[in-house]
C-alpha cells in the first residue's frame, strides 16, 4: 500500500497553502483534519523551500514547528519534520517526530545525520544540488534518472556512515529541486534507476510548478490537486512507497480506485 504523508506547513510563504496555518492552532487542527482523511504521516515543515524563498533560520523555524509537532505526536500521530537543519530535526524528533525529512539529503547541514543515527530517527533524504534560490542554475543533466539516482547513492551511502541504520533510509527524486520544467517528468519516467538502488522512494510533485506544462499556465488549484491524484497513482503503480501531498482526499480517493482495479 502506498503512504500518504500530508503536507503540514506552518509558514507565511509556501507553494499553495502559505500562510494560512502559521497560526500553531490552526496547523494542529489542519493536521489532524488531514489525518482523519487518511494521511498516513504528518510532514510539518516551518520554512519554505519555494523557487526564491528566503531562510528563516533555525530559531524562528524550531518556533513555529515545536506546538505543532508536539501536539499532533501527543495524539498519536506519525509526525515527520520536514526540515535540513540539524538543530531543528533534534527539537522536533524530542518532541515526538519520528521521521526526519530532508529535502537537502544532509547536504545542507552534515550534523543532521548523526542526529538521525543518534536518535534512531527514520530520514527521507531529498535529491538537491544547492539552495532554492538559484537552484535552476544547477539543473543540468546527461541522463536525469542515472545521474540523480548516483547522486542519492552518495547520500544514502553518506548516511549509512553516519551510522543510520539501512532500513531507515527512505530516497525522494526532489522532484522541483534543481529541475525545470520537462526534466521533471523525465525524471519520473526514469523512476525505475531510483528504485535499483533498493531503498523506499518517496515522491513529492503535489501542486508543484511543473504539472503546468499538462494542465496549461493558468491551471487553478484544484486543477493542480487532481493532477496530483493522478501522478499518485501512477507513482503508485511504479511501486513508491510513498507521496508527499497538500489534499489528502484527492490522493486517498484515487489509490482506492488503483486498489479496486487492481482486485
Ligand atoms: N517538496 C517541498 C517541500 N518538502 N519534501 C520532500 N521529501 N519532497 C518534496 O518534493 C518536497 C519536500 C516543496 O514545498 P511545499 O511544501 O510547498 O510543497
Known amino acids: 500500500m502506498t503512504e500518504i504523508w500530508a503536507v503540514v506547513n506552518v509558514t507565511p510563504d509556501s507553494f499553495s497553502d502559505g500562510g494560512r496555518y502559521l497560526d500553531p492552532s490552526a496547523a494542529i487542527a489542519h493536521g489532524r483534519a488531514l489525518r482523519a482523511?487518511?494521511?498516513h504521516v504528518l510532514d510539518v515543515g516551518g520554512e519554505s523551500t519555494r523557487p526564491g524563498s528566503q531562510p528563516v533560520g533555525a530559531d524562528e523555524e524550531i518556533r513555529r514547528i515545536l506546538p505543532v509537532v508536539t501536539a499532533l505526536a501527543a495524539d498519536g500521530a506519525v509526525v515527520s519534520i520536514d526540515t535540513y537543519r540539524a538543530a531543528t530535526a533534534r527539537e522536533a524528533v524530542a518532541a515526538g517526530a519520528r521521521i526526519v525529512n530532508d529535502v537537502s539529503?544532509?547536504?545542507a547541514d552534515p550534523a543532521l545525520l548523526d542526529v538521525v543515527a543518534e536518535t534512531g530517527a527514520t530520514v527521507a533524504l531529498g535529491h538537491w544540488r544547492g539552495p532554492s534560490a538559484d537552484m535552476y542554475a544547477r539543473a543540468s543533466y546527461d541522463s536525469i534518472g542515472a545521474d540523480v539516482a548516483a547522486e542519492l547513492?552518495?547520500?544514502a551511502d553518506a548516511a549509512l556512515a553516519a551510522g543510520v541504520h539501512p532500513d531507515r533510509i527512505i530516497l525522494d527524486p526532489g522532484v522541483g529541486f534543481a529541475k525545470a520544467g520537462e526534466q521533471n517528468w523525465a525524471l519520473l519516467r526514469e523512476l525505475a534507476a531510483i528504485e535499483a538502488l533498493g531503498y523506499p522512494i518517496?515522491?513529492?510533485t503535489s501542486r508543484k510548478r511543473f504539472l503546468v506544462s499538462a494542465l496549461g499556465d493558468e491551471a487553478t488549484q484544484d486543477q493542480k490537486d487532481l493532477a496530483t491524484a493522478v501522478t499518485s497513482v501512477l507513482a503508485a503503480q511504479q511501486g513508491?512507497?510513498?507521496v508527499r501531498v497538500?489534499?489528502?482526499a484527492a490522493t486517498r480517493d484515487a489509490l482506492a480506485v488503483l486498489d479496486a482495479w487492481r482486485g
Do not use: C, Y
Open 153 to 155: 547513492r552518495e547520500r
Open 246 to 248: 497538500h489534499n489528502v
Open 202 to 204: 518517496l515522491i513529492g
Open 37 to 39: 482523511q487518511g494521511a
Open 105 to 107: 539529503g544532509g547536504l
Open 240 to 242: 513508491v512507497h510513498a
